[in-house]
Each structure stands twice: as C-alpha cells, then as structure tokens.
C-alpha cells in the first residue's frame, strides 16, 4: 500500500483558533479518503478527493488535494471542542487495499 | 451506528492463547477489512477479503490468519499471542471490490495479553 507522512503528530489549541494537518506522499495517489477518529471512538469517514487540485468543503473543514496528487490538506476554521480526535489521511493508490497515515491528534482547549 | 459489529468488544487472555475476533459487515457490503491499532503503531492494514476471496494482504503475522464465510462475516484468529499483540482490533466493510470506496468501521476488539 501507499505510504504517506502525515504531519504534525500531535496538536494543541485553543477553541477558536485554526488547525491544519497535511498529508504527503512521494508517489502519486489514485485518490485520498480522510476519517476521524474521536477519543474511544472508531474512525469515521470524512471525505474522499479524487481530483487533481479538487478543494471540498465541509462547514468549517476545508479539504484539499495537491495538483500533483501527491498530498493533501484538511483545514480546521475556528476551532470547537467536538473537533477532538485524530485524523487520519487515508491515500488509495490504486488498489483494493486503504493504508493509514499515523494521524493527526488534535486537542481543543475551551 | 455504523452497521459492522465486531465481537468480543473486550478479551483479555495470556501469552501463548489463541482467540478469535469475529465482525459481520454491513448488509449488502461484500469487502472486509482487519486493521490493528496500537498507540505507536497507528492504523495497520492486516488483510482484506472480497466475497470470500483473500484480496489483499497487509503487515499480517503468520501467527494471524483470517477468513471471510459465505455469509459475509468475518473471523480474525491471532495464535501464539504475545504480549506486543495487545492492540485494538478493527474490522471495516466496504460495498467495493475494485478500488476502495468508503471504509465503515466497527467499534473494535480491544485484546489485552497478559
């Protein structure tokens, strides 16, 4: 399966502010699927881009996939407490088989 | 609720056992998956079945072996257990065969090997 990095690892911050976590490949992905996981939880899908370039929002969750196919973004705005969880990027590059980035945790402090 | 159930949601046992994780996909979806999940590790893909058919492999032991029933459901067996093997044990179902569409996991099996 793809291997991606997904950065950061971990992130603090405080309800209101943004938050960004980035997902990066070195090859070029078929499509990417993003999924979070809350605390306990299970992971939920999100959203799949397939399209060079495709930008999705999602309230305040702005999804973005290089031109290149070979990252991808999710953008937080202002920060609520329910956004805590992990995300995780989810790269398809082409075959029947989904593998997971490491994850983003976020934390929102109130 | 997202339909896949897994069974048990919490095993303990000792080094050295056998269990069995067991998951029945959501109705209609032919694709299940097995992931693992330990704190350092992240998500790791173990295996994934299509209507029956072994389809793909993952970073699965030899000690772990997996197999998909006529009727869909799904049974992960995890031998000669170690005390690494303690992970969070997830199977996901998918309508797709060809290609991955949208992953729909249960809750999990948490295995604690003592």
């Known amino acids: 399966g793809q291997q991606v990095m997904q950065i950061p690892q971990y992130q603090h911050v405080q309800e209101g502010e943004d938050f960004t976590t980035y997902c990066n490949s070195s090859t070029t992905l078929s499509n990417i699927q993003w999924y979070k996981q809350r605390p306990g939880g299970h992971p939920v899908f999100l959203i799949q881009l397939v399209k060079s370039g495709e930008v999705k929002k999602q309230k305040r969750l702005t999804f973005q996939f290089g031109e290149a196919k070979k990252n991808s973004s999710l953008h937080i705005t202002a920060t609520q407490t329910t956004d805590v969880g992990t995300y995780f990027c989810?790269?398809?590059?082409?075959?029947?088989?989904?593998?997971f980035g490491k994850g983003t945790m976020l934390l929102v402090s109130p | 609720d997202s339909g896949v159930t897994q069974t048990p949601k919490h095993l303990i046992t000792a080094t050295g056992q056998r269990v069995t994780l067991r998951c029945s996909p959501r109705?209609?979806?032919?694709?299940v998956y097995w992931y693992q999940q330990s704190l350092d590790q992240g998500l790791q893909f173990l295996i994934q079945y299509y209507n029956g058919e072994e389809r793909a492999k993952g970073n699965i032991l030899e000690r772990f072996s997996a197999q998909q029933f006529p009727d869909l459901h799904s049974e992960l067996n995890l031998s000669s257990l170690e005390l690494g093997d303690s992970a969070l044990y997830f199977c996901?179902?998918?309508?797709?065969?060809?290609?991955?569409?949208?992953?729909?996991f249960g809750e999990g099996s948490r295995l604690t090997v003592l």
């Open positions: 109705s209609g979806d032919l694709s």
């Open positions: 989810a790269p398809d590059g082409g075959y029947s088989t989904l593998t």
């Open positions: 996901a179902s998918s309508a797709s065969g060809q290609g991955t569409g949208e992953l729909f």
